[in-house]
Structures are given as structure tokens and as C-alpha cells.
């Protein structure tokens, strides 16, 4: 094992920088068979030492189900690949050469979910008393039916110490190699009870404040675009899901494999870091999430002996065309459905600025369609001054309101359109901020609700109000200067004072009536059938 | 001469109250709140009573009906001008009943059959002069306005009847008797405030911070986010301008949307109104009572010249007080 430590040592140095004394020793490119044994090694090497530190909980689970399970909760990174079920244990041992990467890395990110299942099982056990057997139970049942066991976005779990303590672990470890790390934006002002379990940041305190120059971890373009997005210069679904694409596809540009890495499996790892700032930044939408979910997967698909570049070359294919067929086609398709819905005389009523509804109605006007379009606003972002803006260029007749006027000007509206941000698979629509209250007012009025949406922001959480997962803004922003006098300048002096700046909230399915996808006209309980059709296609 | 004096001080005093209801109604003047306007009416009319020449009750009513006329008309939509000047003349009315000696319930009610048998107008009845009638009047007069005093308090009293501990309460834009409402239940319950803070012109964080000084753990929310915190609020609690005769209200913008929210999640909605808000109008159309305020609060006219350069039409419109709607329950002094 000597040679074989060597080498690891060897590598490990090599990831630290020290590419002279790499040069030296590996000079001819490793075999594919030798590349896995080596990384095989590593994690075995990674595992003893995680199992030394684990603590005695362990040696009960090895006893109920005879496995090494280390019970340190462990992240999602996907070096590290235990196997504490033994029916898999064997496959994951011996890597099979004919194996297709995919293939295991299914098999490995269930025994991935049912070591957290219990992990979670077992942490609840202490808590109780100690019950593991309860606990340990749960742990065999996982592996019969495909675990579905979901991890809580840590971006609702604010009110944890236990979850923020982890997620400043996993930020940590991630530049366990590199100086520098992904800084923890700490929150701003006090925080309404409700929302207490959500982040709250002010846009003073931008996070890139607290990375120190250079920033080799992390890509010079995902530093910009993460200044973007917590400064809210880009804003809207479809604008932050181009631009994180775009700034990936330089991120793969810029990239080059380490010797004894895969393409496959590095980029992956690099990227991860990546996604964390992005989402200290602000926390990533739902079509970010599909994005770098159909990333990783096309990262992971690509063949072992494809050449660097051509591998390049492939992904920023696959980003282009997903780019095109996702959001431009899309939104061409949404379009003709939508302009059918369109009759002269119209008189339609917009919320904000939704890229795909601007398209929609200038896309109209040029078929000669003649409406006229009320776009409805509201504090703090008045992003329908924007819209406004976009739409009277083109010369459509329009007016502008502000929310709290929409039931003096609903009864002149016939149709109302609106975008979404995500649709839930219970078939709620998430969207900014208003858009449940306009589809309320346009009910009472009977008024015909259509909401145009992708298929790539459809999602499989499920939420029945607004509270659960939402995003707080910077609260300062509430504060508005009138005739001189700003009531709310001293908020944070007052101690039973909260300002509260909801960015999104979910509209119930019975307020809509219909909802315009890529797909076609769909009504929107309908969402979860267009997921599982997506998903057996993949 | 001490009458022609006491005339065109009178005059001048009309005259300044009028331009002072035309500049509030704009926003550009103090916005004075609905009591007020209530009891500086009431004081010009008594001081009318007192101090213009009339012989008899008729007379007196004629004087009061063209003040009231041209009160109404320097600001429409100041509602309780109206009330508090067809709360004097049903004073008179009572006052000359009284003085005539005849039982009231008789004169009150004109029934069906005394409507058909008297034929003629019932005017003449006004044109007995009566010594006492001025002094009783003014009165009359002076009660009213101790009442209108109170209304406030008394509304407050009930507070603690409505609200229990632990409730989250919401309320929109800002009502002093909301404010005095929620102030007085504070003194012994503990609950939250979220308040709606009504765009453009804000007073949402007025009454936050107004509340906050007691001690009254305070949310202040933006408009768009009413329907989205509905689901967690116990109550609503609103002001109004003036509650119409078929139980509408007439209130502040986003009025009627927070009261379809409240009726969606099933939430009650309470009004606290005194007295003087309540007016006999009927609501004929929607658009009869809407006030428009310039759009310059909501999109500045130097914005406009970006879409003027490309000769396209667009109109801006603000509402400042919009009415509405059927669904509440009614708290009265």
C-alpha cells in the first residue's frame, strides 16, 4: 500500500497547488481502471478517518444491521460515497469497469438518502431517549422502495442552530482546500415572528464584501453575477436562470481537468461551491434550481473517454439548446396560444414586470390585435414603472395603476394576465408579491384569470400558503420619504416595530382559470401529470 | 352697527372654513380628520343660529339648508359636513315640536293616513315664531357637540369586548378611532398589529408608529402582501369615511380588497364608525363616490416625458377614496 499511499499523498498535494513535485510524478496519464482505484482509495482513506471520529451511536447501528454507518451528518457532497446497506455494499466496493457512472451514482445517492434518513432517525432517537431500534427499522424499508426522502432546503431552516451550524460546516468544507471560504451573510434587522425561519438581508451588506481578493475558489463571473442578484440588478425568473447559464458556460470555458480527475465527476465538485454563494447571495428561484439540476446531469452523462475539449464543447451545446428550447421557443409557443386568447376590444390587466407577458402582448400588437393594457404596480419595487415603460415604447395604449386601486379599475378589465415564478405540484402558482390578491379581486368580479408559465419552472415542492418558504427582502425598502417627513426612519430604535417585505406569495388553483405553458392551455391541477410526463422522459 | 358686524364676521368665517374643506380634500392641506370637520361644522352652524336674523324656525332651516348647500359643494366628499347639518335641522324641527307643545311621536311619524287627509305642505307648521326657540336651539346645538366629543371614547370603551390575548389584527392605512380603539384593548391584552400601509400616501406607518409608542408589537406590511398574510390574521379591523345607507362603506383605497381577502379565509371584519359617519346617500352607481387625486404621487409627471417623446397616450389614475361593499359587521357608539 505503500506506492498506493504515496500516490495518494501525492494527490492530495497535488490539489493543494503543488504542481511542481505533480509534475514530477505523474507524468503519463493515468488509465481509466487506475483513475477509479486511486479515487477509491481516497474515499476509503476519508471514510477510517470519519469512522474513528464517529461516535459510539455507530457501533449500536453496526450491531442492529451490521454495517459501518457513520453517523457524523454528512453533506451532500458526492465524493463522499459510504454504502451502509449490504445489499449494495458490494456493488459500490467494486467499481465495475463496464459500469456506466450514471448506474452507480443512482444506487449510491439512494444508499446516500437512506444513510440520512437514518442519520435523522437516529438523531430524533436521541432526542427520545435512545429508541434506535425504532430507528434503525426505517433504515432497511428505504432500500425496498425508492426513497423519495427530501432534504429541507436550508434556506427555510434559519430558526435551527443545529441546521445553520451545518450549513456553515458544509461552507467551510468546501474550501477545505483553499484559503478562502464562502462567506455567511449574517441577517439584518428584526425579523416579523412569523418569518422568523427565513433569511433576512439588507442589500448594504452585500456578501462579496467579505471575500478577500483574488477569489480563486470562486469564478471572477459567479462573483458578479451573485453581486447581481443581491443588489437586484438582474431580476424576474427567466432573466436570473439566463444569466446563472451564461455565467456557467464561461465557468466551462475557463475550466481544465486536473490529471487525475474525471471531467464528469470534478466539474460537478467545482460548481457546488458555486451554487452555495449563489444562494447566500440570494436564494436560488426554481428555474435556477431545474437549470442546475439539468447541469449536473449532462455534466455527469458525459462518456469518460470524450476529450476535454470536446466535452466542453458538448456542454456548452447542451446549455445553449436548453437556453433556446427552455425559454425562447417557449415563450415563442406561449405566445401563439396566448394570442388566440387575445379579441380586439380587450382590455387586459398585467402585474409587474413579467418578461414572458410583455412578450406576449407586443407579440399581439404586432399581429395587429387591437387591446389596451392596464399594468398594475406596487410598493416597494414598482416594477410595473418598468413594464410600463417596455410597453409604451412599443405603442400600446396603456394606463397605470397601483394595487390598492384594482377593484375601482377591474370592472373595465375583460382579461387579466399574469406570470409565475414557479407552479407547485399541488397546483398553486408562485409568483411576486399581489398576484394572489389580483386573482382574488378577479374572481369576485369574474373576470377570467390566465397565468403564462414555462414548463422548465414547474416544481415538485408543495405549499399551501405563503409562509412556508418565501423570501424576505431588505426591509429598509418599506421606508418612503413624504413631504419631508419619514415616519419609519428609525424602525430598527423601536422595539415592537417589524417591517415586513414579502417578495413572493402562492395563488390557489381556484383562482386561475387557466394556465399557458409551452405545452399548451392547461388547467392548473394539471401540473403534477406535465412533472411525471417530464420525468419519464428524462 | 353691531348686527352687520356680527354678519359679515359670520360670512367671513363660512368663507374660511369652505376654502380650508376645498385645499384639505386635495391632500396638499392637513389632512384633519372626520371629527373635526364635525365639530367645526357644528360650531358654524351654531354660531349661525346665534348670529343670523331669522324670525321663525322656517326661516332659520332656509338659512341652514344654503350653508349646508354650499358646504357640500366646496367638498363633496367630505360627507359629514352633510350629516352634521341634517343633524341641526332635525334639532330645529324637534326644538319648534316642542316649543309648540304638541306630543313629539305624533308630529314625528307622518303616517300614511295623516299624509293623504292633511293635503297641504307641512311648512307652514314652521312659521310660528317662539321666543325661547333660539336659546333652546343653541342647546340642543351645544349637546351635540358634547357628544361628538365623546364618540371616540365611547367606541374605545368596548374595545376589550372585541379583542382577546394573542390575536393578530390587521387594519389598513390609518383611523384615530382604530388607533384609540386598538390603544385602549392594549392597556390590558397582549396582541399584534399588522397594518396595511396604503400606498401612495403612506399613513399605514403614521398609525405604526403611533402604535408602537404604546407598546403594541406592530407589523407594517405593503399593500401587495394583504391577501398573503390573511391566512395567519384573527381579525380586521378598519376605519372608514362614511357607512352609506344600504350598509356600504366608503373608506380608503384597498378597503374593498382587504375585505374580499377577509371573506375568502372567513375573517371578521369589524368597522368602528361614530355617529356622524353615518349618511343616508345611497351608492346609485360604483362610480358616484370616487375621489381622484393627481397621479403625480403615483408616477411623477417628469416620467411622463419619456413616453411623450413617442407620442403615445397614457393615463395615470389614482384613487384616494373608493367605495364599496356589503360584508361587515358594524360597531357603533
Redesign the interface.
Same mark, same amino acid.
Given at each position: 500500500m505503500a506506492d498506493s499511499d504515496g500516490r495518494q499523498v501525492d494527490s492530495i498535494n497535488h490539489s493543494t497547488g503543488n504542481i511542481c513535485r505533480l509534475k514530477l510524478f505523474k507524468r503519463k496519464e493515468l488509465t481509466r481502471e487506475e483513475k477509479q482505484r486511486l479515487r477509491k482509495e481516497k474515499k476509503q482513506h476519508k471514510k477510517n478517518k470519519k469512522d474513528d471520529r464517529g461516535p459510539p451511536e455507530k457501533e449500536k447501528e453496526k450491531e442492529k444491521a451490521s454495517v459501518p454507518a457513520p453517523s457524523k451528518p454528512a453533506t451532500q457532497s458526492p465524493a463522499h460515497k459510504a454504502a451502509p446497506v449490504p445489499v449494495n455494499a458490494s456493488a459500490s466496493e467494486s467499481p465495475v469497469a463496464a459500469e456506466k457512472p450514471a448506474k452507480s451514482k443512482a444506487e449510491q445517492r439512494a444508499e446516500r438518502r437512506a444513510r440520512q434518513d437514518t442519520e435523522r432517525a437516529s438523531k430524533q432517537g436521541k432526542k427520545e431517549g435512545g429508541q434506535l431500534s425504532a430507528s434503525s427499522k426505517p433504515k432497511a424499508t428505504p432500500n425496498e422502495l425508492q426513497p423519495v426522502v427530501k432534504r429541507l432546503p436550508e434556506h427555510i431552516q434559519v430558526d435551527d442552530p443545529a441546521a445553520l451550524k451545518k450549513l456553515a460546516k458544509k461552507l467551510e468544507r468546501q474550501q477545505v482546500r483553499q484559503i478562502n471560504i464562502v462567506p455567511l451573510r449574517s441577517d439584518y434587522g428584526y425579523k &416579523?415572528s =412569523?418569518f422568523s425561519h427565513l433569511h433576512q438581508y439588507s442589500r448594504k451588506n452585500p456578501p462579496t464584501q467579505q471575500i478577500s481578493i483574488p477569489a480563486t475558489v470562486i469564478h471572477p463571473s459567479i462573483v458578479r453575477l451573485g453581486l447581481q442578484y443581491s443588489q437586484g440588478i438582474i431580476a424576474g425568473s427567466n432573466a436570473r436562470s439566463v444569466a446563472l447559464l451564461h455565467a456557467f458556460k464561461q465557468v466551462i470555458r475557463d475550466y481544465s481537468t486536473p490529471p487525475n480527475e474525471e471531467l464528469s465527476r470534478d466539474l460537478v465538485n467545482k460548481l457546488s461551491p458555486y451554487i452555495s454563494f449563489l444562494s447566500q447571495c440570494r436564494p436560488l428561484s426554481a428555474s435556477m434550481g431545474n437549470a442546475i439540476k439539468y447541469i449536473k446531469k449532462e455534466i455527469s452523462n458525459i462518456p469518460s473517454q470524450c476529450k476535454e475539449e470536446e466535452a466542453k464543447r458538448r456542454l456548452q451545446e447542451c446549455i445553449d439548446s436548453y437556453i433556446n428550447e427552455k425559454i425562447i421557443l417557449a415563450s415563442e409557443a406561449i405566445s401563439k396560444y396566448a394570442i388566440e386568447k387575445i379579441s380586439d376590444g380587450d382590455v387586459i390587466l398585467v402585474y409587474g414586470c413579467s418578461s414572458l407577458v410583455n412578450h406576449i402582448l407586443c407579440e399581439a400588437f404586432e399581429k395587429q390585435r387591437k387591446f389596451r393594457v392596464i399594468v398594475v404596480d @406596487?410598493?416597494?419595487r414598482l416594477e410595473g414603472?418598468e413594464a #410600463? $415603460?417596455r410597453l &409604451?415604447?412599443k405603442?400600446?395604449?396603456?394606463?397605470?395603476? =397601483?394595487?390598492?386601486?384594482?377593484?375601482?379599475?377591474l370592472?373595465e378589465v375583460s382579461k387579466v394576465f399574469l406570470g409565475a415564478h414557479a407552479l407547485l405540484a399541488n397546483g398553486y402558482v408562485m409568483s411576486?408579491?399581489?398576484t394572489?390578491?389580483i386573482a +382574488? &379581486?378577479a374572481k369576485?368580479f369574474n373576470v377570467p384569470v390566465l397565468v403564462c408559465c414555462e414548463t422548465y419552472k414547474f416544481c415538485e415542492r408543495v405549499q399551501t /400558503? @405563503?409562509?412556508v418558504s418565501n423570501e424576505l427582502d431588505d426591509p429598509d425598502d418599506?421606508i418612503?420619504t $413624504?413631504n419631508g417627513k419619514t415616519? +419609519?426612519e428609525n424602525w430598527q430604535t423601536?422595539? @415592537? #416595530?417589524? #417591517? =415586513?417585505? =414579502?417578495v413572493y /406569495? &402562492?395563488t390557489p388553483p381556484d383562482f386561475v382559470d387557466l394556465v399557458i405553458t409551452d405545452l399548451g392551455m392547461i388547467p392548473c391541477t394539471s401540473v403534477p401529470v406535465v412533472l411525471r410526463v417530464k420525468n419519464v422522459d428524462q | 352697527m353691531p348686527g352687520a358686524d356680527k354678519e359679515t364676521d359670520l360670512s367671513e368665517r363660512i368663507e374660511s372654513f369652505l376654502s380650508e374643506l376645498k385645499r384639505c380634500g386635495s391632500g396638499a392641506g392637513s389632512l384633519r380628520g372626520s371629527a373635526e370637520t364635525a365639530r367645526e361644522t357644528t360650531a358654524l352652524l351654531r354660531r349661525t343660529t346665534a348670529q343670523a336674523r331669522w324670525g321663525n324656525a322656517g326661516e332659520l332651516m332656509e338659512i341652514i339648508r344654503k350653508e349646508g348647500r354650499r358646504m357640500t359643494a366646496a367638498q363633496p366628499s367630505e360627507t359629514t359636513v352633510g350629516n352634521m347639518v341634517r343633524r341641526v335641522l332635525k334639532i330645529i324641527r324637534e326644538e319648534y315640536a316642542r316649543s309648540r307643545g304638541s306630543s313629539e311621536e305624533t308630529d314625528q311619524q307622518e303616517s300614511l293616513h295623516k299624509l293623504l287627509t292633511s293635503g297641504g305642505s307641512s311648512e307652514d307648521n314652521f312659521r310660528q315664531h317662539f321666543a325661547h326657540l333660539k336659546a333652546n336651539v343653541i342647546e340642543a346645538i351645544n349637546e351635540l357637540l358634547t357628544e361628538l366629543e365623546g364618540t371616540t371614547d365611547n367606541i374605545s370603551m368596548q374595545a376589550l369586548e372585541h379583542i382577546h390575548s394573542n390575536e393578530v389584527i390587521m387594519t389598513i392605512g390609518r383611523s384615530r378611532t382604530v388607533e384609540a380603539f386598538l390603544k385602549d384593548a392594549a392597556r390590558k391584552r397582549k396582541f399584534h398589529v399588522i397594518v396595511a400601509e396604503c400606498a401612495p400616501f403612506c399613513q399605514g406607518h403614521e398609525m405604526a408608529t403611533s402604535l408602537c409608542k404604546e407598546d403594541i408589537e406592530t407589523t407594517v406590511i405593503p399593500d401587495a402582501a394583504i391577501f398573503a398574510v390573511m391566512s395567519r390574521v384573527n381579525k380586521v379591523i378598519i376605519g372608514t369615511q362614511t357607512v352609506l345607507a344600504n350598509g356600504g362603506l366608503r373608506a380608503v383605497n384597498g378597503t374593498h380588497t382587504l375585505a374580499l381577502a377577509a371573506k375568502h379565509h372567513s375573517t371578521p371584519l369589524i368597522v368602528c364608525a361614530p355617529m356622524f359617519k353615518l349618511s343616508p346617500q345611497f351608492p346609485n352607481e360604483e362610480d358616484t363616490f370616487h375621489k381622484f387625486v393627481s397621479p403625480h404621487e403615483v408616477l411623477p409627471f417628469t416620467e411622463g416625458n419619456v413616453t411623450q417623446q413617442h407620442l403615445t397616450p397614457f393615463s395615470t389614475l389614482k384613487t384616494e377614496i373608493v367605495n364599496k361593499f356589503r360584508k361587515k359587521k358594524l360597531t357603533q357608539k
Open positions: &416579523v =412569523l @406596487s410598493r416597494p414603472k #410600463l $415603460r &409604451v415604447k405603442g400600446i395604449r396603456c394606463t397605470y395603476v =397601483l394595487i390598492s386601486a384594482l377593484s375601482y379599475i370592472p411576486r408579491v399581489g394572489s390578491q +382574488l &379581486v369576485a /400558503d @405563503s409562509f418599506l418612503v $413624504r415616519h +419609519l423601536v422595539k @415592537s #416595530l417589524g #417591517l =415586513l417585505n =414579502l /406569495d &402562492v | -
